[in-house]
């Protein structure tokens, strides 16, 4: 029985080094995976998820691929402000565009047009108050005559 037990450990490990290679060891491998993933099914880069609002998770959308309405609750009357510099070779522009009362911004946008656009740096973009966002840009090189147009998202709410 001495001399047979290395042999039936051979044997052993030969037969498991086949399998890994055939249909059915490709199977358990990839059920391996499967496991290994389902572990961290609901987490995104380490972070977790939950189906409601929580500090420090994300949030899963419903089934219309959306965020639920109460998230989206804080976020009503969307409106756009625009403004325009004039059309001239001041450097710098700078814009202040005021969202109406009781709306405060949260995001901005901004278009350089004229001269060459490439040559045109916005070097600040940022809200200035609580109901004012400010675009700033300069010439990098002189271009001659362009402008600045700013654009401004306010939305409702706190």
Known sequence: MKRRLPIILSLTALVIAVAGITPLGEAARDA???????????????????????????LALNSARKFPASVMSGLSGLETVSQASAQDS????????????????????YRVTGGAPANIAVTESYPSSASQWTIRAVEQNAVGSWALTGYVFCVAGT
Request: proline share 11%; net charge positive; charged share 25%.
């Open 32 to 58: 391996t995976q499967v496991v290994r993933f389902a572990r961290n099914a609901d987490k995104v880069d380490g972070i977790h998820a939950s189906k409601s609002p929580k500090p420090g998770r994300l």
């Open 90 to 109: 001041a450097t710098p522009k700078v814009l202040v565009l005021n969202c109406p009362a009781g709306k405060r911004p949260i995001a901005s946008a």
